[in-house]
């Protein structure tokens, strides 16, 4: 009963995202196109939020190659003054406000109206079968939940509103009277599409602080139930630990401060019709348009962590999908000119496109975050977290098992490859590094030691 009273997100402030926010990025010629700019997090939202190929803590939003790292902001708590009328000594304890000061309440009156309701909760339950408005929010959080200090400890609190900076704390607490409170339904009118404003069990949730509830490497759930691309656009995809662009590994236990074992944790997609030989990459002109290539979220979720950056051929977006269903997995976006009707926050479904290819130099990347814990995630494969359907299509195109796209920890650690101190991390070798080793670009660009070649 009580999830139809979900109340819409007030003001996506409240869940802003660690990936979330994730670096920025541009091409890099010497690897087929991408190069990148770094945040400091590599969680997307996790993950989740950067641009291009930012260290990421789980929610990602980066540009082409960047380590992504999950902004995770904070607004600082306020406390407004309480103005509350007591009532006689018979009535002790109890909050006088009449039911028109609470139909209206704004400000300062929110504190005692949510008290108001919070009493009448305790000394009648029932009360919560037919709530709406600010009672049927008491009834589904603060008064289901140990009393906190209210803007601290686990996100619940009289006012709901009260974290947030002045302007936003008024906007929000205004929206707990205009919103309605049924929950709607996720694609009302069959479109194919979440609806983006639609409000979910995991409104209230600070992206920052989601995590697995357990991680076993070797039995990972499988949640993505949609490919995230159009997968016969493209010729090859690099694997895991791969020497293709830069170090991609921030805040996973495999990271190495001293540069000296870095390793690219994501996938690159190469566009079909590029030539095979790196000598010939600059000079072969696109076979089709790179930016017809079309992008879809893997799971039913909310895109945190957008960041956007112009490009000269217009806008693109980092941002990280967060899974609804299976929360503490995150899904890494880079280089998408993201659909104009989805924003931070949005509500998206398996399967429905967010995007398309938002730089024609770009090539396509995804990257798959597993967040255990404040400052540690887990970077995986997505064919690892992928379903039996979503594996099939690239069984179809000659894949049959993880090591076809998976270089392991052992055989990177046996045969390291250092970067240089930038922020990205570019593998010295690369044009990036500052010194070009023609031998190692032709390598990371050519040889199946970093690429897995799609068949048909």
């Given at each position: 009963?009580?999830?139809?009273?979900?109340?819409?997100?007030?003001?996506?402030?409240?869940?802003?995202?660690?990936?979330?926010?994730?670096?920025?990025?541009?091409?890099?010629?010497?690897?087929?196109?991408?190069?990148?700019?770094?945040?400091?997090?590599?969680?997307?939202?996790?993950?989740?939020?950067?641009?291009?190929?930012?260290?990421?803590?789980?929610?990602?939003?980066?540009?082409?190659?960047?380590?992504?790292?999950?902004?995770?902001?904070?607004?600082?708590?306020?406390?407004?003054?309480?103005?509350?009328?007591?009532?006689?000594?018979?009535?002790?304890?109890?909050?006088?406000?009449?039911?028109?000061?609470?139909?209206?309440?704004?400000?300062?009156?929110?504190?005692?109206?949510?008290?108001?309701?919070?009493?009448?909760?305790?000394?009648?339950?029932?009360?919560?079968?037919?709530?709406?408005?600010?009672?049927?929010?008491?009834?589904?959080?603060?008064?289901?939940?140990?009393?906190?200090?209210?803007?601290?400890?686990?996100?619940?609190?009289?006012?709901?509103?009260?974290?947030l900076p002045p302007g936003d704390k008024e906007r929000c607490e205004q929206s707990f009277k205009d919103n309605p409170n049924a929950r709607p339904?996720k694609d009302p009118h069959n479109t194919g599409k979440a609806d983006p404003n639609a409000r979910l069990a995991t409104d209230a949730v600070d992206?920052?602080?989601?995590?697995?509830?357990?991680?076993?490497?070797?039995?990972?759930?499988?949640?993505?139930?949609?490919?995230?691309?159009?997968?016969?656009?493209?010729?090859?995809?690099?694997?895991?630990?791969?020497?293709?662009?830069?170090?991609?590994?921030?805040?996973?236990?495999?990271?190495?401060?001293?540069?000296?074992?870095?390793?690219?944790?994501?996938?690159?997609?190469?566009?079909?019709?590029?030539?095979?030989?790196?000598?010939?990459?600059?000079?072969?002109?696109?076979?089709?348009?790179?930016?017809?290539?079309?992008?879809?979220?893997?799971?039913?979720?909310?895109?945190?962590?957008?960041?956007?950056?112009?490009?000269?051929?217009?806008?693109?977006?980092?941002?990280?999908?967060?899974?609804?269903?299976?929360?503490?997995?995150?899904?890494?976006?880079?280089?998408?000119?993201?659909?104009?009707?989805?924003?931070?926050?949005?509500?998206?479904?398996?399967?429905?496109?967010?995007?398309?290819?938002?730089?024609?130099?770009?090539?396509?990347?995804?990257?798959?975050?597993?967040?255990?814990?404040?400052?540690?995630?887990?970077?995986?494969?997505?064919?690892?977290?992928?379903?039996?359907?979503?594996?099939?299509?690239?069984?179809?195109?000659?894949?049959?098992?993880?090591?076809?796209?998976?270089?392991?920890?052992?055989?990177?650690?046996?045969?390291?490859?250092?970067?240089?101190?930038?922020?990205?991390?570019?593998?010295?070798?690369?044009?990036?590094?500052?010194?070009?080793?023609?031998?190692?670009?032709?390598?990371?660009?050519?040889?199946?030691?970093?690429?897995?070649?799609?068949?048909?």
């Amino acid at each position: 009963m009580l999830n139809k009273f979900l109340v819409k997100p007030l003001l996506f402030s409240i869940i802003v995202f660690s990936v979330i926010s994730f670096g920025c990025a541009s091409e890099d010629p010497g690897i087929g196109g991408s190069v990148e700019t770094t945040n400091n997090t590599q969680e997307s939202a996790s993950v989740s939020n950067a641009s291009g190929d930012t260290k990421a803590n789980t929610g990602e939003s980066t540009t082409s190659d960047t380590k992504a790292t999950t902004a995770e902001t904070t607004t600082k708590t306020s406390k407004e003054p309480v103005s509350t009328t007591t009532s006689p000594s018979k009535d002790e304890g109890a909050v006088k406000v009449s039911e028109d000061e609470c139909e209206n309440a704004t400000g300062a009156m929110v504190e005692p109206c949510t008290e108001k309701y919070r009493q009448m909760i305790e000394n009648d339950p029932s009360l919560c079968d037919t709530a709406t408005g600010m009672m049927a929010y008491m009834c589904n959080s603060s008064v289901q939940a140990p009393q906190t200090k209210p803007g601290y400890g686990n996100g619940h609190s009289s006012n709901p509103c009260i974290s947030l900076p002045p302007g936003d704390k008024e906007r929000c607490e205004q929206s707990f009277k205009d919103n309605p409170n049924a929950r709607p339904e996720k694609d009302p009118h069959n479109t194919g599409k979440a609806d983006p404003n639609a409000r979910l069990a995991t409104d209230a949730v600070d992206y920052t602080n989601v995590y697995v509830a357990t991680y076993d490497p070797d039995n990972i759930p499988k949640v993505a139930t949609s490919n995230f691309t159009e997968l016969d656009k493209f010729s090859k995809m690099s694997k895991i630990r791969s020497g293709v662009g830069h170090d991609f590994s921030y805040n996973t236990p495999e990271y190495d401060k001293t540069r000296a074992n870095c390793k690219s944790m994501k996938h690159y997609f190469m566009p079909a019709g590029v030539p095979k030989q790196q000598a010939l990459y600059a000079s072969t002109p696109h076979t089709f348009p790179w930016m017809s290539i079309k992008f879809f979220s893997p799971v039913d979720g909310r895109i945190v962590g957008v960041y956007y950056k112009e490009n000269k051929y217009g806008t693109e977006a980092n941002f990280t999908v967060a899974s609804s269903e299976h929360p503490g997995y995150f899904f890494m976006f880079f280089h998408i000119a993201l659909d104009p009707s989805l924003k931070e926050g949005s509500v998206v479904k398996a399967g429905q496109q967010i995007g398309t290819l938002g730089d024609e130099e770009a090539w396509g990347e995804i990257a798959t975050s597993i967040k255990i814990g404040p400052g540690d995630h887990r970077l995986v494969s997505f064919l690892e977290v992928a379903t039996d359907d979503v594996v099939e299509q690239y069984k179809a195109r000659g894949f049959e098992t993880l090591s076809d796209v998976i270089v392991s920890k052992q055989q990177r650690d046996a045969n390291p490859l250092p970067c240089d101190n930038s922020e990205a991390g570019w593998f010295f070798g690369s044009s990036k590094s500052g010194v070009e080793d023609i031998q190692f670009s032709t390598w990371a660009f050519e040889s199946a030691d970093n690429w897995f070649t799609f068949t048909n």
